[in-house]
């Protein structure tokens, strides 16, 4: 994998922390620099460090794969991605978040981040240098966090689920990729 594509995994992954980050600029327009910094630390965390647990379990299984990991990645991609845009749809109304509540944030940021484990089962399949990869992921999220709250604050819910649909089809191409290139197609 190289930079561009670990670039736009990280934007892929990083679509549902935005949506909540919108929201939260919406539902509580008076949030300072520090309490947005915090809570995109907190993402941003969580997001780079999934994807590291799920790469440790991928390596501990690389030996026995060889012959289907395009195909495992591309599914676990798919599923992920498919999973993003069903949920854009299936979201009746957003729920004020409670930018105090420390429990809240801690489990809207594992939530979020539960896909970025299953891709790195992913990159441990595939030849990453697994540190950067989740350095970058981990910068991207948080300051796409930032980003969506600010967004939230200014523009008040322009964007909606089409954000999340959008990160789910950059996860299915990066799949769709992936398998290509291993069955020699790209």
């Excluded at 929201?23 to 965390?45: E, L, M, P, T």
């Excluded at 484990?117 to 966090?145: D, K, Q």
Aim: aromatic share 12%.
């Amino acid at each position: 994998m190289n930079a561009s594509w670990i670039i736009l995994l990280s934007v892929g992954l990083c679509f549902d922390t935005l949506a909540i980050s919108i929201s939260v600029g919406i539902n509580d327009r008076k949030v300072y620099f520090w309490q947005a910094f915090k809570i995109a630390a907190i993402f941003a965390f969580f997001q780079g460090a999934m994807p590291f647990l799920g790469w440790l379990g991928g390596k501990a299984l690389e030996k026995h794969m060889a012959e289907i990991d395009h195909w495992i990645a591309f599914g676990l991609l798919f599923l992920v991605g498919g999973k993003m845009i069903l949920e854009a749809f299936s979201k009746k109304s957003e729920k004020r978040i409670d930018i105090g509540n420390i429990k809240l944030l801690l489990t809207l940021a594992f939530a979020t981040s539960i896909d970025a484990f299953a891709v790195g089962i992913t990159l441990g399949i595939e030849e990453v240098n697994i540190w950067i990869t989740c350095a970058v992921i981990g910068f991207i999220t948080g300051l796409t966090a930032m980003i969506g709250m600010l967004i939230g604050k200014k523009l008040a819910g322009l964007f909606g689920s089409k954000i999340e649909i959008i990160g789910g089809l950059i996860l299915i191409a990066l799949g769709i990729k992936i398998l290509l290139e291993h069955l020699n197609y790209i």
